[in-house]
Structure formats: C-alpha cells, structure tokens
C-alpha cells in the first residue's frame, strides 16, 4: 500500500519555499533531473525550441504576474540547490514544451485526469464535494506528497502535489478547492502555467475570485479548471486565449478533452478512446446522484474503477499506455478537507487532512 507524506511550511513565501527545498532536497533534485531529461527530449525529438528557454520566458512572466508565487519558488530551488528555471520548467512539463515546440503536442503517455464535482443537492454529505484523479507518467509517484502551507498572510492550504512543486489539487482554509485536467489546443504562447495557476488560486476567498483570477490569467496552454466552495461548484474550459465557464445544479464530469464546439474546433488531436471512455464512465455515476447521494466512499469507489481495462478511470502501469493514476484527492469545501491518496486510489492509503 502506497502512503502519502506530508510536509508542513509556514512563514513568508520565501521561508516556506526553504521549508520545502530543505526537506525535500534529495527527492526535488532527481525529480528535476528526470523531467528535464524528458522535456528536453520530448522537445528534440520534434525538432523545434528550447525546453528550458521556454521555462525562463514562463518564469519571467510569473514575477510580474504573481511576486509571492514567484519568491515561493525560488526559495524552494535555492535550499534544494536546484536552478530556478529547470525547477519551473520540470514543475510545468507539460506546458512547457508545448510552448517549446509552438503547439500542442500529444506524447506517447496520453496524459489523462478524471475530475467530478458534486453538487449539494446530488451528495450524502448535503454540501458540495469534488475530486479528481492525477494521471501522468508512472515513475513521478516516486514524488507525489501531501504539501501543508500556512503563509503569514492569506488563508492556510493543503494539497496534492509532488516534491519542489506548489499547489496542485488541493482546499483552503476558506473552503475554496481548486484542480485540473490537461487539454491539447492551439494558441500556446510563453505565459502561466498550470501549476501557477493554482498556486494563485489557492489565495482566492471563493470560487467568484478565483473564476476571475483564471479568466484574467496570461494563460501559457490549454487546461480545464474546476472550482469547489461550500456554496457549489463549476468548471473552467481555457485555452491561452478563451476561457468558458460551466456551472449549475447538476454534476458535472470532465476528462482531456473540449467539451465546449468553439475550443473543440481547435484541439490538436480528436479525443482519445482513454478520455471518452473515462468520461462516459464518470457522467453514468454522477447520472445516479439524483436517486443515491453520493459519498466520500462513492467517490473513491469511482476513481477505483477498472471496468474498461486500460481504458478505465483508475490507470496501472501494467497497462503500459505510458500513463498510470499518481494520486487521487476528493475535497470537502464546507470541511476545508482534503481526503487523498498516492497512486491508483485502490493502491494507495487515504489521508484525510484539514486546511484549517
């Protein structure tokens, strides 16, 4: 059984970046050597840009677009002893080289996600709850940890992510969660990641604040986000240029592909028979709520799935699609808790672990 560690900073963004650098030394080291190895090949293979140029002209942007984001990380590369730009560019692979390469790029891995949100009115627990899995390439399980942030301003944070990365799945004191899925359409461009995206998300009092946090964003790529408060949920589809919001009383289900025509229309590639069928699969639970509410247990049940083989919400490496489930979180924002496990979330122990 795969278990979760927790690391816990506090202090100003500088000093809590140290935190992490200095806990994590060794693990954030070899995670940097090892992305950045797959960056820059993934890059050259194509034969176009510069994967760590890419990174600096991201980096840059952020200083200006996001000060405490930045300070946090560079604190975190320099106690690791890592360069702050390799850090960024291994901490946002997936939007930097497709930056690197002008375009949208799909990769042998098939990147996935698999993300439901649950609204009041469909839960056991009578308030909104929503979750996700965190698919990408098999050997980053080796890094993912459980981050506890409590800043000397701004409201404490929790989250999934891996070693010398900021906020990746995760809540607020506040009650206010945040997560992603990856999405391949045109129009990248050197600007925010995804990981700084939801690095400043996690300062946001709601998801009214965060909603225009994203949509104001200079986005780098194209990602969806969804949003979770104790008063509901919703669902973000952005590209680097559009960003189109879905909300409402139903469920609401979101795999690696557009699901709004404007931005379908632009996608690099058709949907994968993994994104469809994780989708479909995800929309017939969430289709049951209405009869049976459903749970904590329901949604980790869920991101248990195997029904559709390699094809199904919950990815092994034995599938050898070059993708396998990293971690899974579920949140309850009227809790402020984060319940989450490493690896596929029928290998994993859960964690529960509060914001507040």
Same mark, same amino acid.
């Given at each position: 059984?795969?278990?979760?560690?927790?690391?816990?900073?506090?202090?100003?963004?500088?000093?809590?970046?140290?935190?992490?650098?200095?806990?994590?030394?060794?693990?954030?080291?070899?995670?940097?050597? *090892?992305?950045? @190895?797959?960056? *820059?090949?993934?890059?050259?293979?194509?034969?176009?840009?510069? #994967?760590?140029?890419?990174?600096?002209? =991201?980096?840059?942007?952020?200083?200006?677009?996001?000060?405490?984001?930045?300070?946090?990380?560079?604190?975190?590369? +320099?106690?690791?002893?890592?360069?702050?730009?390799?850090?960024?560019?291994? &901490?946002?692979?997936?939007?930097?080289?497709?930056?690197?390469?002008?375009?949208? =790029?799909?990769?042998?891995?098939?990147?996935?996600?698999? /993300?439901?949100?649950?609204?009041?009115?469909?839960?056991?627990?009578?308030?909104?709850?929503?979750?996700?899995?965190?698919?990408?390439?098999?050997?980053?399980?080796?890094?993912?940890?459980?981050?506890?942030?409590?800043?000397?301003?701004?409201?404490?944070?929790?989250?999934?992510?891996?070693?010398?990365?900021?906020?990746?799945?995760?809540?607020? /004191?506040?009650?206010?969660? #945040?997560?992603?899925?990856?999405?391949?359409?045109?129009?990248?461009?050197?600007?925010?990641?995804?990981?700084?995206?939801?690095?400043?998300?996690?300062? =946001?009092?709601?998801?009214?604040?965060?909603?225009?946090?994203?949509?104001?964003?200079?986005?780098?790529?194209?990602?969806?986000?969804?949003?979770?408060?104790?008063?509901?949920?919703?669902?973000?589809?952005?590209?680097?240029?559009?960003?189109?919001? @879905?909300?409402?009383?139903?469920?609401?289900?979101?795999?690696?592909?557009?699901?709004?025509?404007?931005?379908?229309?632009?996608?690099?590639?058709?949907?994968?028979?993994?994104?469809?069928?994780?989708?479909?699969?995800?929309?017939?639970?969430? %289709?049951?709520?209405?009869?049976?509410?459903?749970?904590?247990?329901?949604?980790?049940?869920? #991101? &248990?799935?195997?029904? &559709?083989?390699?094809?199904?919400?919950?990815?092994?490496?034995?599938? +050898?699609?070059?993708?396998?489930?990293?971690?899974?979180?579920?949140?309850?924002?009227?809790?402020?808790?984060?319940?989450?496990?490493?690896?596929?979330?029928?290998?994993?122990?859960?964690?529960?672990? %509060?914001?507040?």
């Amino acid at each position: 059984m795969l278990t979760l560690p927790l690391v816990e900073v506090a202090g100003e963004p500088r000093a809590m970046g140290r935190a992490h650098g200095e806990a994590l030394r060794a693990a954030i080291r070899d995670f940097v050597a *090892e992305r950045v @190895r797959a960056g *820059e090949l993934f890059v050259r293979q194509r034969r176009r840009g510069d #994967f760590l140029a890419a990174a600096a002209a =991201c980096l840059e942007q952020l200083a200006a677009w996001d000060p405490e984001g930045w300070d946090e990380h560079q604190g975190i590369a +320099e106690a690791a002893g890592v360069d702050p730009v390799a850090l960024y560019a291994a &901490a946002n692979l997936t939007d930097v080289r497709d930056v690197a390469c002008f375009r949208p =790029c799909a990769s042998a891995e098939r990147e996935g996600c698999t /993300a439901v949100l649950v609204p009041a009115t469909h839960s056991a627990t009578g308030a909104p709850l929503a979750g996700q899995t965190w698919d990408l390439n098999p050997p980053d399980v080796a890094w993912v940890i459980a981050l506890r942030r409590r800043p000397k301003r701004g409201p404490p944070t929790v989250s999934v992510t891996c070693a010398g990365c900021p906020n990746l799945i995760g809540i607020n /004191a506040w009650g206010l969660a #945040f997560g992603t899925t990856n999405l391949k359409v045109h129009g990248v461009r050197p600007g925010i990641p995804y990981l700084s995206l939801l690095h400043r998300l996690s300062r =946001c009092r709601d998801r009214g604040e965060a909603g225009a946090v994203l949509a104001a964003a200079p986005r780098a790529a194209a990602h969806s986000y969804w949003l979770a408060d104790p008063a509901g949920v919703e669902d973000w589809e952005c590209t680097a240029l559009q960003a189109r919001r @879905r909300a409402g009383n139903a469920p609401l289900a979101r795999t690696n592909h557009c699901l709004e025509p404007a931005l379908a229309a632009d996608e690099d590639e058709p949907p994968t028979a993994s994104s469809r069928a994780r989708l479909a699969r995800a929309e017939q639970a969430l %289709s049951l709520a209405a009869a049976q509410p459903l749970g904590i247990g329901d949604l980790q049940r869920l #991101f &248990a799935d195997r029904s &559709a083989g390699g094809d199904s919400i919950n990815r092994y490496p034995e599938d +050898e699609s070059g993708t396998a489930t990293n971690a899974c979180a579920i949140v309850e924002p009227a809790r402020a808790l984060l319940h989450a496990c490493r690896g596929p979330a029928d290998r994993g122990q859960w964690r529960a672990l %509060s914001a507040a």
